[in-house]
């Protein structure tokens, strides 16, 4: 038998998700900053990119928490 969809903590794994994500984004913008000149060009477009889809992935959480919080 399924176990019934238990979702009473999911705005809170969410938001532990933006916060993990936020630093991540964060950590690369430092190493970017302390690093960068040492990087290629492509690692450096690679490590924006990546950081660009965080901030997509961040704002997915966040829809995701409002719509949580309205149910």
């Given at each position: 038998?399924?176990?019934p969809d238990?979702?009473?903590d999911n705005v809170e794994k969410l938001q532990e998700m933006v916060q993990n994500t936020m630093e991540n984004m964060r950590e690369a913008r430092d190493d970017l900053k302390a690093h960068g000149e040492e990087m290629s060009q492509e690692?450096?477009?690679d490590i924006q990119a990546k950081n660009q889809r965080r901030e997509e992935s961040i704002e997915g959480f966040r829809e995701e928490i409002r719509d949580e919080a309205n149910q």
């Open positions: 038998m399924a176990k238990d979702r009473s690692d450096r477009a």
